[in-house]
C-alpha cells in the first residue's frame, strides 16, 4: 500500500519533531493509513497529513497528457517512538 519513503532535505528536518513523509496510493484516505500501521507495523499515530501533488503534463509527439496522480502522506507516531529501518526502501 505504501510506495516509498521520500527522503528530502524537508523530511530529514521533520524527523527531528517525529514526523515521517511517504508516497502512497491516491484512493487511499486517512482511515485506511491508520489501519494500516495500526495492523501490519504496530505502530500507534498521533497524527495524520494528507496532501496531493499537482499532475505535471507530459508532451510526446502529437499527443498529449498527464503524469499519473501521487499522494503524500505525513504521519506523526506517538511516545517518541521510531521507525525502524525497514521502511527506508
Known amino acids: 500500500m505504501l510506495k516509498h519513503y521520500l527522503f528530502t532535505e524537508k523530511t530529514t528536518l521533520l524527523l527531528e519533531s517525529n514526523k515521517y513523509v511517504f508516497d502512497i496510493y491516491p484512493y487511499l484516505n486517512k482511515n ?8 501490519n507495523y504496530q505502530l500507534r499515530l498521533k497524527k495524520i497529513n494528507t496532501y496531493t501533488l499537482n499532475r505535471k503534463s507530459v ?8 503524469k499519473k496522480l501521487t499522494k503524500r502522506v505525513i504521519i506523526s507516531l506517538m511516545n517518541k517512538k521510531k521507525l525502524s529501518d525497514q521502511f527506508y526502501f
Request: aromatic share 12%; glycine share 6%; no cysteine.
Open 32 to 39: 485506511h493509513i491508520r489501519l494500516l500501521f495500526q495492523q
Open 59 to 66: 508532451n510526446k509527439l502529437t499527443s498529449r497528457g498527464y
